[in-house]
């Protein structure tokens, strides 16, 4: 299982990466594992400002529809829209072409509140 060192994660299993006042998220490698293979991402929330924990969109696999919760406040200023064509990208590449969106950070602390990497190994037993 894949869970890089310089992310950082959630208890609902999406990674967050900051970049100045702009954070990319998108789901784990175990998070698209458990799901299974992705057919449809779904995010109507872009240009939104949204709290921590707020669903953002959600994600929709063969067996199962997951709701995607933000991580950390903020306005969604983009969505991957290649996930429109090719949904499961999420799947061969949670951590690159698969990112779901970009949020412009109300706070770029609260990211630090966020679990590491070995926290997150942790949590899904890795």
């Known amino acids: 299982m894949n869970i890089p060192a310089e992310l950082k994660y959630?208890?609902?299993?999406?990674?967050?990466?900051?970049?100045?006042?702009?954070?990319?998220?998108?789901?784990?490698?175990?998070?698209?594992?458990e799901l299974g293979d992705i057919v449809y991402v779904e995010v109507e929330t872009v240009d939104d400002t949204l709290d921590a924990d707020e669903v953002f969109g959600s994600v929709e696999a063969v067996k199962t529809v997951s709701d995607l919760f933000l991580p950390i406040s903020g306005e969604i200023i983009e969505f991957n829209e290649a996930l429109e064509d090719a949904p499961e990208?999420?799947?061969?590449?949670?951590?690159?072409?698969?990112?779901?969106?970009?949020?412009?950070?109300?706070?770029?602390?609260?990211?630090?509140?966020?679990?590491?990497?070995?926290?997150?190994?942790?949590?899904?037993?890795?």
């Open 10 to 33: 959630t208890k609902d299993h999406e990674w967050v990466k900051l970049e100045g006042d702009v954070a990319t998220v998108g789901i784990t490698d175990f998070a698209q594992s």
């Open 89 to 126: 990208t999420v799947n061969s590449d949670p951590y690159g072409a698969g990112w779901m969106i970009k949020i412009k950070c109300a706070n770029t602390s609260d990211v630090d509140g966020l679990m590491t990497a070995d926290e997150y190994k942790e949590l899904v037993g890795a």
